[in-house]
């Protein structure tokens, strides 16, 4: 089967760093993207890996290891405006079109 | 540039009956796919819609089904709905149907069955 699993929650304070991991069992990889979500709105792309190793955006890293099937996010210098839901999704495609698999969601907390 | 807008925002429906929402993509896109989230959940994939055509699909009932009007918007139909459809449905585009990278989401239609 094709699964995702992360962390349900994460708590941290304003100014650190947290890293949010992704596990996945899945066939036909394709790459890992991220998504930000605020209370339940619009689903926002952060990243997308297709290879190994580390892209980097702003204060968002995004890293994936294939061989170990798994990937994190990595938020830096932490805002409170960052608590938010993260999705970790695999994008799928075949001949009939694509699709998103996605985690169950990690809630981050940001406190003061 | 508008994004991807949803319509309406807020639907209460009760059992039985059908519900129709709607989705108008991102200009310049013309792939449009739909996504129920639970609360608390993940989206998940209900299907998409690319030259008017439903290009593949998800672990769905029939009772779920849609359109793709020429201009690329889109519908979202439920039939006979049940407590269990109520979730926030969600909208997403793409300029191909093969997309291996971003998707632009709508805000989401929150339909509630009572």
């Known amino acids: 089967g094709q699964s995702l699993e992360q962390p349900s929650e994460v708590t941290a304070v304003e100014g650190a760093i947290v890293q949010i991991n992704c596990t996945y069992q899945?066939?036909?990889?394709?790459?890992l993207s991220w998504y930000q979500q605020h209370d339940g709105g619009a689903p926002t792309f952060l990243s997308y890996?297709?290879?190994?190793g580390l892209e980097e955006t702003g204060r968002f890293s995004s890293f994936l290891s294939r061989s170990d099937s798994y990937g994190y996010l990595l938020l830096q210098e932490l805002q409170m405006k960052d608590s938010a839901s993260y999705f970790c999704?695999?994008?799928?495609?075949?001949?009939?079109?694509?699709?998103?698999?996605f985690g169950q969601g990690t809630e981050l907390s940001v406190k003061p | 540039d508008a994004g991807v807008t949803q319509s309406p925002t807020h639907l209460i429906k009760t059992r039985g009956q059908q519900v129709t929402l709607r989705c108008s993509p991102k200009?310049?896109?013309?792939?449009v796919s739909w996504y129920q989230q639970a609360l608390g959940q993940g989206p998940q994939f209900i299907f998409q819609?690319?030259?008017?055509?439903?290009?593949q699909r998800g672990n769905f009932p029939d009772r779920f089904s849609g359109h793709q009007f020429p201009n690329y918007s889109s519908e979202l139909n439920v039939n006979a709905l049940l407590l269990g459809d109520s979730a926030l449905y969600l909208c997403?585009?793409?300029?191909?149907?093969?997309?291996?990278?971003?998707?632009?989401f709508g805000s989401g239609t929150r339909l509630t069955v009572v």
């Open positions: 999704a695999w994008p799928s495609w075949d001949n009939q079109g694509g699709k998103l698999i």
């Open positions: 899945t066939s036909g990889f394709y790459g």
């Open positions: 890996n297709a290879l190994d």
């Open positions: 200009s310049g896109h013309d792939t």
């Open positions: 819609y690319y030259e008017e055509e439903e290009r």
């Open positions: 997403a585009s793409s300029r191909e149907s093969r997309v291996d990278y971003g998707y632009t």
